[in-house]
């Protein structure tokens, strides 16, 4: 069993380095074996109280302002599903059983069961659950977050849950988001049903994928009708869903430039600017030509969110619980590297160089002024730059010469870069 890592109060979209909980090879219980705990009154209760909230919401209907198609579906014992691992890809999985044992994971069995230590949970005023990680704020930006953090034990946040939940459409209410790694501090009966997720399957597919080690499993549960902003993320994520339903829409890296990301050093790092639901087509002209992939997961639905991916997740209109599996991506070795570059090198070697600009100037003001002097007048004109038609731009070969030279190429490639952080007084998770 890991011990419970202390961290400062933050959020963050990235995942946190503490470490999972042992895994088992005992394969996943049949849906006959999977029990729930509710009495009947308190499940007609905790039924009624959802069905009122339901009446009051509606899933989100925004029309989205560019194209998207759906995500493929594929049957776990489908090749096509490997395929899609290998190449990077997102896709929906069917009938793995992964995590067939949460399926009793409501409110109410959780509030028993979660133990009485203290977990993360965000609130906010608006739907929106906006990351931010202020210790992380590099560039010095001047920044205020909508959402908050606090620890709350898990009875707490139940009813903290079920009191908004009950309020009327016109009322106002906070929402709601708890975001937990699961570890030791959650009560036995949690690590039981954990034990029995179909680790068989899971750990077997694994190995069959150029990744390294499992670093942590998350626990998601959040109130209807909120979502987290589009972002990606530098990890492999397998993403579980057990009760409830959320909408995904996937991006590829490709449109890093239509998204507008925030600066590296700010608190929004890895996240777009764009408003998906209220897109500023003046300030970000470029979104117009991003389509995305759609998925509607359902309980029993395993995701995968390839590193890199942008992805906007959106709570439909039931409670959702959510476990994900974040797993460490393959570094790539120098003679992986192909030219022209795919779009996720490119991603972590514009990432990186930008790290690298940071480390170096220690400003930010220093790094756009640098940026704009390599830029203007240069690389944003075709004036005394015209190359002879059927012509292209000469690729330089890297071929490593002795370590010095492996070494920056991976620093380029091979990402994210990994700085000392700052000195501080406790241990941080990684976001």
Not at 252 to 262: S, V
Request: glycine content about 4%; hydrophobic content about 35%.
């Amino acid at each position: 069993m890991a011990k419970k890592k202390q961290h400062k109060k933050k959020s963050g979209s990235g995942h946190p380095t503490t470490v999972p909980l042992a895994s088992s090879t005992i394969s996943a219980p049949t849906s006959t074996q999977t029990s729930t705990s509710t009495s009947p009154s308190t499940a007609t209760a905790t039924e009624n109280t959802q069905q009122r909230y339901q009446q009051q919401q509606s899933d989100f209907s925004d029309p989205l302002r560019f194209a998207t198609k759906p995500l493929p579906r594929l049957d776990v014992c489908d090749p096509k599903v490997l395929e899609h691992f290998l190449s990077e890809s997102p896709v929906i999985i069917t009938n793995s059983h992964l995590v067939d044992s949460a399926f009793q994971w409501d409110l109410k069995y959780l509030e028993e069961n979660m133990g009485q230590a203290t977990f993360r949970v965000m609130s906010s005023a608006s739907q929106e659950f906006a990351y931010f990680d202020s210790d992380k704020n590099f560039g010095n930006y001047e920044f205020e977050s909508q959402c908050l953090e606090t620890d709350m034990k898990f009875p707490d946040f139940a009813r903290c849950v079920r009191q908004e939940m009950r309020k009327g459409r016109n009322e106002k209410k906070s929402f709601l988001f708890l975001q937990q790694p699961l570890n030791d501090s959650v009560g036995e009966a949690i690590v039981q049903d954990f034990v029995k997720f179909n680790w068989q399957w899971l750990t077997a597919f694994v190995k069959t994928l150029p990744w390294g080690n499992l670093t942590t499993n998350m626990l998601y549960v959040s109130m209807p009708n909120v979502f987290s902003p589009l972002h990606y993320d530098e990890q492999e994520n397998i993403f579980a869903q057990a009760r409830g339903a959320k909408r995904v829409l996937l991006f590829h890296p490709k449109h890093y430039r239509n998204l507008y990301p925030f600066r590296f050093g700010h608190p929004r790092d890895r996240q777009s600017q764009v408003n998906l639901h209220n897109p500023n087509f003046d300030l970000f002209p470029n979104f117009r030509f991003v389509e995305a992939f759609e998925a509607v997961l359902r309980p029993g639905d395993v995701l995968y969110i390839p590193r890199l991916w942008w992805h906007h997740v959106e709570t439909l209109s039931e409670l959702s619980v959510a476990v994900n599996f974040w797993y460490v991506c393959a570094p790539a070795s120098t003679e992986e590297i192909r030219f022209p570059l795919s779009a996720s090198q490119k991603v972590t070697m514009t990432r990186n160089i930008e790290q690298m600009l940071h480390t170096a100037l220690g400003s930010a003001s220093e790094v756009q002024e640098l940026l704009v002097s390599l830029v203007e007048g240069r690389y944003n004109t075709n004036h005394n730059h015209i190359y002879q038609e059927g012509t292209e731009l000469m690729q330089i070969n890297i071929q490593p010469q002795n370590n010095g030279d492996v070494q920056r190429q991976r620093l380029l490639f091979e990402g994210p870069i990994k700085t000392p952080p700052p000195e501080t007084d406790e241990d941080e998770d990684e976001d």
